[in-house]
């Protein structure tokens, strides 16, 4: 493919972490952009991200990295997106794609609404990319980290019908599965299959460390301990950002879920096992009929 | 090592599952047994175990499988325990070592008792490796699925010290961790560690399963929600024999992780960043500090 034109001359990365840089990596890869300038708060994530070849310039505002981008990628905890965006607003070209990768959407979009004025609104994409790996930090980044994953995109209706299938062209490029929904459908959605686990599995592990022989138990934990506990060592400050913009959906869940658990409960109370092998089967049938992406 | 005697003549697998197939397929390969011989309740898994060459020979009852063997091995599920047991009391020869792999202890303990006579008792080793994997079955079983892993022994006053020394023995040649532990300590440690995860992993299934959009959720869901909920496929039977059979332990436990995803949720209810901050951080960093059989 010598000679082909990138699709974007620049892209402006602000977050030098495991998601930011897996994506400049990426695209770079993928040959869909010339050059990739980034933002990261910490001196020490802009060297990293320089040393691992996943930015070529390094800068110390986020307006510096998105000012001559046609392209910027938001990688950063999604409470910071309104402060990012307003100070991004002003250094954007026009018809320069803007997304974010976040895993909450509805907050993102009202955040996205208040920041950018009617001029540069229409070029910013929502984005979540199903993805992710337990140890954050550029240090752990990787081209293939999108790969074969699912992107949701949650445009709205003043999305410029030209930005959405630029955003869609581009993961599309990095072999991405790529739907649009609502940012509330999206919400509802995650609450369920995502942020509810996390939650389940903080609560967990603070059961455990919680007990005076804490360590004791956790000496026994085996690979099923280990594959069920693995999303609680995601980031702090990720999660919690996302537990509480995303914090009406995931009581909901919750909710549900310990009318389950009631239910469940209500069967070890009763010594009721036929009841109990109807809804562990259930459960279980499910689980092995289920196929990530399917 | 040409010419050394096996440390067993024969093994009786009372069970030819993915627990049992695997310990023969181990044992042969360790070179610690001159013969397997089977039982298993269907015609389809004794063949399957005859054909994986887990086994020389199947037999359909208990008891033709412990007869003229000096080592008998129980991997059913728990509650079959003490019918099993009876079934074979009178086939078993002086000194034959009688060992389970049950995830629950008190109550194979207690089956024991009431199976075994003062004679036979005394050469029961309750056995926990903690291994598997998410498919059942013969044709999934593998020699090394306990190499490396741990295995509690809950050995009694009635023990022989002999048996206890070899059946000790006898799992370290499989290259496992062995420690013994009181059958309480040991159901109340893996109600924390394991079967209430499995109990959480199961509820959280139905929670999206019962919702009317429950399969456009699960097309949403990614690797986290992948490996959070892998146990939820444990066989149905397996888990509603060791849930039923832990239940007093299993509800405590449940109450105690009830109680940390209220402090969760009342820190979403309010808001309150910094507590939440505080209690993810604290299940985050204990999982990170966290190492299989550390």
Not at 121 to 145: E, M, N, R, T, Y
Request: hydrophobic fraction near 50%.
């Amino acid at each position: 493919m010598a000679n082909t034109k990138p699709m974007f001359r620049q892209l402006g990365l602000i977050g030098c972490g495991l998601m930011g840089g897996s994506f400049a990596l990426a695209v770079r890869r993928a040959g869909l952009v010339e050059r990739v300038v980034g933002y990261s708060p910490t001196a020490r994530s802009r060297d990293a991200a320089l040393a691992l070849g996943a930015i070529d310039a390094a800068f110390d505002t986020p307006a510096a990295a998105a000012r001559g981008s046609d392209l910027v990628l938001l990688a950063l905890p999604v409470a910071r997106t309104e402060a990012t965006l307003r100070a991004i607003c002003d250094a954007l070209a026009p018809e320069t794609l803007v997304m974010d990768v976040g895993s909450t959407k509805t907050d993102v979009v009202q955040a996205a609404a208040a920041a950018l004025g009617d001029a540069r609104l229409p070029w910013f994409v929502p984005a979540h990319p199903i993805a992710g790996k337990a140890q954050a930090g550029v240090a752990h980044a990787q081209a293939d980290l999108y790969q074969n994953c699912l992107v949701v995109l949650t445009p709205g209706t003043m999305t410029n019908v030209l930005a959405l299938a630029k955003a869609r062209q581009l993961w599309e490029a990095l072999q991405c599965r790529v739907r649009d929904m609502t940012p509330a459908a999206h919400d509802a959605g995650f609450a369920a299959v995502s942020h509810l686990p996390h939650l389940l599995a903080f609560a967990l592990m603070n059961t455990i460390t919680e007990q005076p022989d804490g360590a004791e138990l956790l000496s026994l934990a085996g690979p099923g301990f280990r594959d069920f506990s693995r999303i609680a060592e995601g980031d702090p400050a990720l999660w919690r950002d996302v537990l509480l913009a995303n914090r009406a959906q995931v009581q909901a869940q919750s909710a549900l879920f310990r009318a389950q658990l009631d239910l469940l409960e209500h069967c070890l109370e009763h010594g009721d096992s036929a009841q109990l092998t109807t809804l562990i089967n259930q459960a279980s049938s499910a689980r092995a009929a289920w196929k990530m992406g399917g």
